[in-house]
């Protein structure tokens, strides 16, 4: 494995400290187990779920840092799990923060540049998310607007969505 880390920058905001992370090749070793991370049983399911135990080196590097709170540009090839370790993320921050009923709005919205990449995730997202209680959407052109419409209003935790 061969890996590219460059140091902490300060973003534009000032909040916090973002890691750039950069793995240019998946070693066939097998990295640290999802079990050794502090997370919530549903998102332990999740990962069960999808048939994963151990870590890819782009999430084993990420996830301390993002499930601590930090801002982090991660670039790995293609199928190295950078969907799972945002999700992972994404699904345990809203356990820890946990609301009642419906959600009025989102409560995490993940872009992506194309409508294949939104439908990807999306699937990625119920699998991984299979024993949460979070309703996850894909927003895109090309399919029954009011469906969607009708889905958004019913409140949705996590919409997955494209500009174009």
Known sequence: MSTLDTPPRRPASGNDVSHEVTVSRVSPHA??????????????????????????????????????????????????????????????????????????????????????????????????GQATPFTIHPVYGGIDYRKQRTDLQAGVDVLIGTPG
């Open 31 to 128: 990295g640290r187990r999802f079990d050794s991370f502090d997370l919530a049983a549903e998102v332990r399911a999740g990962i069960e779920g999808a048939g994963f135990t151990r870590c890819t080196p782009i999430q084993e590097k990420v996830l301390p840092l993002t499930l601590a709170g930090r801002d982090v540009a991660g670039q790995a090839q293609t199928g190295t799990g950078k969907t799972a370790a945002f999700l992972i993320t994404i699904f345990t921050r809203l356990l820890a923060h946990r609301r009642p009923g419906r959600p009025a709005a989102p409560r995490a919205l993940v872009i992506a540049p194309t409508r294949e990449l939104v439908v990807q995730i999306t699937a990625d997202a119920r699998l991984l």
